[in-house]
């Protein structure tokens, strides 16, 4: 996969729209544009288009006559709309109507409108802004976007106005997690959308400022908050379970309001709005956690890619490339700048889907190593410079691997490994070249590898059509007998692989994942990270329901939003982990930085901080990509 990125690198540059492509355009003269109650709503509606269907959410406080409710609508131009904008509406039986809009040309469009009644005593999770009510500015994480200090543990909370759009920025977006209830309260943790970390209480002391954090190993008091309803509808307190402290704020001069926690009163700096928005891609903080290893003894501490094979006993291996060894750390968890990484490719071995403890997560290693790195486990070939594994799956107690192979930045071949366990944390990987996927580089498939229930195997490669853009193939192998591939040309399982435009089965962006979740078979597609000037920096997601497609259009699902030394740090790698199902319907998806380039310097006080050449992981909601 990274081959690609380095390879295309030297072309001339092409234009393709992909980001205005997969924007769904507007309904001409039959638009909802807004959607207002006349009293009684929390927050804005939310207006969207989904699998051609259109869909207005509208969120109502629990004291609203759902039987007389007022809607103000605004519509498209000399468009008329049924029932009428200002007229009384029941939806008490079903909290649900359809209005009609019809266009002046006379195109008619139906809108099913949503009432939902917010009460978070009955919501275990989801997504809001919250709006002090005496400041009138919203609950964020401070610190400088451009330098990445609001990832960061520790990192203050603030408060400050909306974008210059006026929609909030995703550091202004958080999540509510109902975690327990104990004498009859509920108690939530409230996480950012842009870090995934927790709000948290630093102690005791009234006055203190409250600071974002990872999710502690133990549940504890400080992460965990009541939502205690005020009078004023829509309005609430956020009650820390471990000091029994508000959160409010505190004016500062020349800086934003400061978030602290106080004495529970009556006073409105402690009076919150919650406004429900809708589910979004969210940064996972447990999954970026995982991957900052830090100790000597822990192999792999950083490098580029990571996919993963779920084990039949509950294990997963996670497949690097290029790799740093812990060894490699001094002082301060960083690189020394003379140094350069250890191996070419490696395996962790992690215990289960939901230990994310990289403390437990050893290396593999091999006995038979042909550069004395028992820790590269798939070695290099005479006459080549590196082999890249990508992606796997294991059929019985063999697991078997892709891997690309090059010299310099040229790809030169490419094989199919299969690995078994010896003893401990030692395999065995042999190397194995079936016939037309191996000797051929025109199509690297190393963009997924699913292994389907009717008896085979779909490995799906990529072949580049330019900096921006690439060509999307399949191929496939019965389980029972891995060496015996065959290739979609289009319209039929050839013998030999061909990169021809018609056989490909979808067009693709720069980069691109494939593999299968919820019946589907789900595409991840990453426009071009490579160029620290690009601005747009976005991840897609795409689905079919048979390995050769078609493919839907590409929904946007996310923005990366990683900079390093205050430009756009370089990304690439995408991978899709499906097998870590954290129960809220919600897909991992990871990618990598890579600081080389860029004019700027790894290099900062003699270290080299790993950060930038790390997996950074992400959950994609269901309904951004499937129909609702």
């Given at each position: 996969m ?7 690198i ?5 234009t393709?729209?992909?980001?205005e ?6 309904l ?6 807004q ?24 969120t ?6 759902l039987?007389?409710v ?36 006379g ?11 917010f ?23 401070a ?16 408060l ?30 409230i996480m ?13 002391a ?5 600071v974002?954090?990872s ?11 009541e ?5 004023v ?7 820390n ?5 508000a959160?409010?704020y505190?004016?500062?001069v020349?800086s934003?309001?400061k978030v ?11 009076q919150w709005n919650?406004n429900p928005?809708a ?33 039949s006993?509950?294990r ?12 490699s750390?001094?002082a301060?968890?960083?690189f ?9 490719n490696?395996?962790?071995i ?33 006459g080549?410079?590196w082999s890249?594994p ?5 059929i ?8 690309g192979?090059?010299n310099?930045l040229?790809?030169t071949n ?34 997924g590898?699913v ?7 779909y490995?799906?490669g ?12 399949v191929?496939r ?7 015996s ?8 399982w050839a ?5 021809a435009?018609e056989a490909r089965?979808?067009?693709?962006m ?7 979740w919820k019946?589907?078979y ?6 071009q990270g490579f ?10 997601m795409?689905y079919s329901d ?16 990683e ?10 790698t995408?991978?899709?982990?499906p ?5 809220h ?13 860029c ?23 269901a309904?951004?990509?499937f129909?609702q």
């Open positions: 990274k081959k690609i990125v380095f390879l295309l030297s072309c001339l540059v092409l393709w729209a992909c980001n492509d997969y924007v769904m355009p507007p001409p003269g039959r638009m909802i544009k959607f207002k109650l006349a009293e009684g709503q929390i927050g804005d509606a939310v207006i969207s288009r989904s699998g051609g269907k259109n869909k207005v959410v509208v109502v406080g629990k004291a609203v006559n039987k007389a007022t809607p103000l609508i605004t519509i498209s131009d000399k468009a008329t709309i049924a029932p009428k904008s200002g007229e009384v509406v029941d939806v008490s039986a079903t909290k649900t109507i359809i209005y009609t809009v019809t266009a002046e040309s195109q008619v469009e139906a809108w099913e409108v949503v009432f939902q009644v009460d978070p005593a009955a919501v275990d999770y989801a997504s809001y802004t919250i709006k002090n009510a005496a400041a009138t500015k919203y609950l964020q994480v610190g400088d976007i451009k330098f990445t200090e609001k990832y960061r543990n520790n990192q203050k909370i603030d400050f106005q909306a974008s210059a759009e006026g929609v909030p920025d995703i550091w202004q977006k958080w999540k509510l997690i109902y975690k327990l209830t104990e004498n009859n309260i509920r108690y939530y943790e950012n959308l842009h870090s995934g970390k927790l709000l948290t209480s630093p102690g005791n009234s006055g203190a400022e409250l974002q954090l999710e502690k190993g133990v549940l504890g008091s400080d992460q965990l908050w939502i205690r309803e005020k009078p509808q829509g309005a609430y307190s956020f009650i379970k471990g000091n029994g402290m959160v409010s505190v004016a500062s020349g934003n309001p602290v926690q106080e004495t529970a009163s009556t006073d409105n700096k402690q919650l928005i589910e979004e891609s969210y940064r996972d903080d447990k999954a970026v956690t995982f991957f900052e290893r830090n100790s000597a003894s822990q192999g792999s501490v950083a490098f580029d890619q990571g996919t993963s094979i779920p084990l006993d509950g997963v291996l996670w497949i690097t490339q290029d790799a740093w060894d812990g060894i750390l001094r301060g968890n960083v020394d700048c003379n140094h350069f990484f250890s191996y070419n490696s395996v962790m992690q215990p289960s889907k939901t230990d994310w403890d990289p403390a437990h997560t050893p290396n593999m290693t091999i006995a038979n190593s042909a550069h004395n790195r028992p820790k590269q486990v798939f070695n290099n070939q005479p080549t410079s890249w990508g992606l796997g799956v294991q019985g107690n063999d697991v078997w691997v892709q891997c192979e090059g310099d040229n790809a490419q094989s199919l490994y299969k690995l078994n366990e010896v003893a401990g944390n030692q395999w065995s990987a042999v190397r194995m070249t079936p016939a037309g996927m191996s000797n051929q580089v025109a199509v690297s498939y190393a963009a590898m292994k389907s229930n009717d008896g085979y195997v490995s799906f990529t072949s580049g059509t330019g900096i921006t853009t690439t060509n999307v193939f191929a192998f019965p389980q029972n007998n891995p060496m591939w065959t290739f979609w040309d289009g319209s039929k013998n030999t692989p061909t990169n435009t089965i979808s067009p693709g720069a980069t691109v994942s494939v593999s299968y019946g589907k789900v595409m991840m597609n990453m426009t160029f620290c000037d690009n601005s747009v920096r976005e991840i897609y795409s048979s390995p050769t497609g078609p493919f839907t259009t590409p929904k946007k699902v996310y923005n990366i939003v900079f390093f030394k205050g430009s756009f740090a370089r990304y690439y995408p991978a899709i982990h097998e870590f199902d954290n129960g319907d919600e897909l991992l998806l990871t990618y990598c930085l890579n600081v080389t380039g004019d700027l310097s790894w290099c900062e006080n003699g270290g080299m901080d790993p950060y930038y050449y790390r997996v950074k992981g992400l959950r994609v909601p309904s951004l990509i129909p």
